[in-house]
């Protein structure tokens, strides 16, 4: 399985980015999707995540202003990324769950929020 994230970039504060993650491979059988974000020598933090039911849980850093959705069909993950601020900026990785254990995680992409 590898996941590929996509959306990334830099935006000014208050602007918005939508981030996708689309899997490939042996796609089946993907409970729980989901965001993570890292800093620079900082601990990945989990941000988001939605179940195959499409029951959404957020950070309380996130909520209210990022929503996280899935189209199964598809085996695609999407954070909608509003009201951003400057300490939005990390490095975003989508991670996709097997009802196993298994996790697989895309490789990042940047959001840099700055004016």
């Known amino acids: 399985v590898q996941l590929q994230a996509s959306g990334g970039g830099l935006v000014q504060p208050g602007g918005s980015l939508r981030l996708s993650c689309a899997a490939s491979?042996?796609?089946?059988?993907?409970?729980?999707m989901g965001w993570y974000r890292q800093a620079p020598g900082k601990q990945r933090e989990w941000v988001a995540d939605?179940?195959?039911?499409?029951?959404?849980n957020y950070a309380d850093s996130v909520k209210g202003r990022f929503t996280i959705s899935r189209d199964n069909a598809k085996n695609a993950v999407y954070l909608q990324m509003n009201s951003l601020k400057p300490e939005d900026t990390r490095v975003y990785y989508c991670n996709f769950h097997r009802p196993n254990g298994m996790d697989y995680w895309g490789k990042g992409t940047l959001v840099t929020v700055s004016s």
């Open positions: 491979g042996s796609t089946s059988g993907f409970n729980v």
């Open positions: 939605v179940t195959s039911g499409g029951s959404a």
